[in-house]
């Protein structure tokens, strides 16, 4: 039996950001990323790779403001393509959880993909800033893309002094949560994975 296609493309226009999303959940990994952020580029880049997620995202805003606007939208424009690709979540693992290890920094992820938005954020930095990126959109980003795809993240850097590293582990073990929990199980290829029978659902299209 085919599976039917996991992908999605959002628009979503505001005052302060014009953002053009599109996911294929079964794709390679593949990505092209423009949000005039460059670190926040990187670590979307570090997110599709790793999940194997296909993403193309392209982000203009209020850059002349600050960051924080063009973070946050596209957070949680990605959150919205992911559920809308996701569908009823008809036979998905659901959770997943991963170890990322970069040089002296160690993270843990753990998801499920749950419909009950949720996030954990323990992480770190010993930096306001990274280049020009404040270091404290990160959570952000994350709490914004959980709201928006209706998961549950906790994340968790065990250790680590790099500030670098430790963002950027942070984003890998994301991915390789979200590549296990959306992974399909044969076994279970028709059911939804809930005693409830069913984890909700794609968010309604923008008009």
């Not at 790793?50 to 600050?66: N, V, W």
């Amino acid at each position: 039996m085919s599976q039917a296609a996991r992908t999605a493309s959002i628009s979503r226009r505001t005052s302060e950001t014009d953002i053009t999303v599109a996911v294929d959940l079964d794709g390679t990994g593949t990505y092209s990323i423009a949000t005039g952020i460059g670190f926040l580029d990187h670590m979307l880049e570090q997110l599709s790779r790793h999940s194997l997620i296909d993403i193309e995202l392209t982000a203009k805003g209020d850059l002349h403001i600050d960051q924080h606007h063009t973070t946050e939208d596209s957070a949680i424009a990605l959150g919205e393509a992911f559920a809308r690709a996701l569908g009823d979540r008809r036979g998905i693992a659901r959770f997943g959880h991963a170890y990322a290890p970069m040089d002296e920094t160690l993270t843990r992820c753990a998801i499920d993909i749950s419909g009950r938005p949720y996030s954990v954020w323990r992480v770190a930095f010993t930096q306001s800033k990274l280049g020009d990126f404040d270091t404290e959109l990160f959570e952000h980003w994350f709490h914004s893309f959980a709201q928006a795809a209706g998961i549950t993240v906790h994340v968790e850097t065990l250790y680590g002094r790099n500030n670098h590293h430790i963002v950027e582990s942070c984003f890998k073990a994301a991915a390789r949560a979200l590549r296990a929990a959306i992974e399909t199980d044969p076994r279970k290829a028709d059911a939804i994975p809930s005693t409830k029978g069913t984890l909700g659902g794609p968010p309604p299209a923008h008009g």
